[in-house]
């Protein structure tokens, strides 16, 4: 990864032939950009902007051969004028519309991860088109999804549980449904839930959905049943957390819903910890021990060192895991140099967010 610059300078590199049969079109600056050189974010960035992505990222656009963090993104000391695109991942830099004025060319930014809450609505609102990964994230996390229903529509983890403390005798005294109409629920109807509701078609569940957004002839098409939040809890022996991290959705899922989940039941959340009250699911999961909850997700995370979310007996933390990691991250940032690939070529993307869903999406 080239160094970083004071004063970021386009290259005054030619586009070759092979270039120009790539991108009829004349190359727009573009340049890979974050927030700063944070260990958090810039060893990610790093990997995913490797040589080999520049290069093809060069193919197509004139690349700024520095990472640009935000206070050089700010600086008054280099013409930024003619820069076209962004390229980046977690860590983005944040831009007030006032400072989105200095870049009177930018026209769209791609970025390699998923949501885009923290930084996006002034670029959207500017009129600048911003291109996620959030296609690649879902898959990924839809596959994990997929993995706990089904071992959780087997009853693995309570099963598991009790067969090694016991007598190692088969657990009979609550019953295994399998996956034949067993009930699922899903709450919220994102990207990540559609996938979900595809790979768990072929196992036959009942598949529920609890979304206000979802319309009835949608939910026909999907072959789900919409349902309310309360029903969904009392009817289904899966619950699935997929809402979007908006603020009126804090604690929403409390006490007397996982209270009365069905003998057995299973919590999974893999969307945020802020949906859920930790206090109250502690108390249903200390009342219920057959219950079991799947924690990807919590608030704060990780839990505080004396939460007994650590000890309770049927909890499973994992450490936010359930998205792109490590070696994964390659399917977000190629998702995104492939749309810029298209989009360079005059493709219309369809993988780009909208100001109007700004407010209801995760």
Same mark, same amino acid.
């Given at each position: 990864m080239p160094t970083l610059s004071a004063s970021p300078q386009f290259s005054a590199k030619t586009a070759s032939p092979k270039d120009d049969a790539l991108s009829p079109r004349a190359r727009k600056k573009a340049a890979i950009v974050i927030n700063e050189r944070s260990s958090e974010f810039w060893s990610p960035l790093q990997a995913m902007? $490797?040589?080999?992505?520049r290069d093809r990222i060069e193919l197509h656009f004139e690349l700024l051969p520095d990472v640009i963090t935000y206070e050089q993104l700010i600086s008054e000391e280099w013409d930024k004028s003619t820069l076209s695109v962004l390229f980046g991942t977690s860590g983005f830099p944040a831009l007030s519309a006032e400072q989105l004025r200095k870049f009177p060319s930018l026209e769209i930014i791609f970025f390699a991860a998923g949501s885009i809450k923290s930084w996006g609505l002034p670029f959207l609102s500017s009129g600048i088109r911003v291109c996620t990964a959030k296609r690649a994230n879902a898959h990924v996390v839809a596959d994990f999804c997929q993995a706990q229903i089904l071992l959780a529509a087997k009853n693995y983890f309570l099963q598991a549980r009790d067969y090694q403390r016991s007598t190692r005798k088969p657990i009979d005294r609550i019953p295994v449904s399998g996956y034949a109409n067993t009930k699922i629920a899903l709450i919220g109807c994102g990207l990540i839930a559609l996938k979900v509701i595809q790979h768990l078609r072929r196992f036959a569940f009942d598949i529920y959905v609890v979304d206000p957004y979802l319309k009835a002839a949608? !939910?026909?098409?999907?072959? &789900?049943?919409?349902?309310?939040? @309360?029903? !969904?809890?009392?009817?289904?022996?899966i619950v699935s957390n997929h809402l979007p991290n908006l603020t009126e959705l804090g604690g929403i899922l409390r006490y007397e819903y996982f209270a009365e989940m #069905?003998?057995?039941?299973?919590?999974? $959340?893999?969307?945020?910890?802020?949906? &859920?009250?930790?206090? @109250?699911?502690?108390? !249903?999961?200390?009342?219920?021990? @057959?219950?079991?909850?799947?924690?990807?997700?919590?608030?704060?995370? #990780?839990? !505080?060192?004396?939460?007994?979310?650590?000890?309770?007996? $049927? &909890?499973?933390?994992?450490?936010?895991?359930?998205?792109?990691? @490590?070696h994964e991250l390659s399917f977000l940032v190629d998702e995104i140099v492939t749309s810029s690939e298209a989009w360079s070529q005059g493709v219309e993307l369809t993988n780009l967010e909208s100001l109007d869903r700004f407010h209801i999406s995760a």
């Open positions: 902007f $490797n040589q080999s992505i949608e !939910a026909k098409k999907l072959d &789900v049943t919409l349902c309310t939040l @309360d029903k !969904a809890f009392r009817t289904c022996k #069905p003998p057995g039941g299973t919590f999974i $959340n893999t969307g945020r910890g802020t949906q &859920v009250i930790e206090d @109250d699911l502690i108390r !249903a999961l200390s009342d219920r021990p @057959d219950l079991t909850a799947l924690l990807d997700v919590t608030e704060p995370e #990780p839990p !505080a060192p004396d939460s007994l979310l650590f000890s309770l007996p $049927n &909890v499973i933390l994992t450490p936010h895991i359930a998205g792109c990691i @490590d």
